[in-house]
């Protein structure tokens, strides 16, 4: 009797054993691991064509920002306070250039925001000094709607 039971009990065990293994093995199967190389394109061709040409045509991108502009700047000086309600406006406005990563010491992330916005985030490599701007497509077509200037925040 005791024999039987001993038996039973190793019978009972593998079978539960092979079950795990074999559902496991199911799980792997149905969901494979597959790795991110590099960045993936930004898929909005629409907003590609826009951003091209904003960042080619001073006249373009003059047309294409909702002056006064929302954003902030950072700090000049440990004593600089930089206004809750800052805007940018015309006669401050720098003309931004084409993205250079300047021999890989930036980085650039377009994404999907909230309610159609689109977000350019753009950093060192050590993250310390960040930009961001945000794109909305207005009855006039995508304009840039905030700016962040490159800083430390």
Known sequence: M?????????????????????????????????????????????????????????????EHITFPLEGTRPQADSLDVVPPDFRWTLDTWKIHSAFDDGNKSFVRE?????????????????????MERRFAKLSSGWNLIYYRKMGKY
């Open 2 to 62: 005791l024999f039987k039971n001993k038996l039973t009990l190793v019978s009972i065990s593998l079978l539960v054993v092979m079950v795990i293994i074999t559902s496991c093995k199911s799980k792997a199967d149905a969901e494979p691991i597959v790795a991110e190389e590099g960045p993936q394109p930004f898929e909005n061709e629409e907003f590609v064509a826009f951003y091209n040409t904003f960042s080619s045509d001073s006249v373009f991108q003059l």
């Open 110 to 130: 377009i994404v999907n925001g909230p309610a159609g916005i689109i977000i350019e985030y753009i950093s060192d490599v050590s993250g310390q000094y960040t």
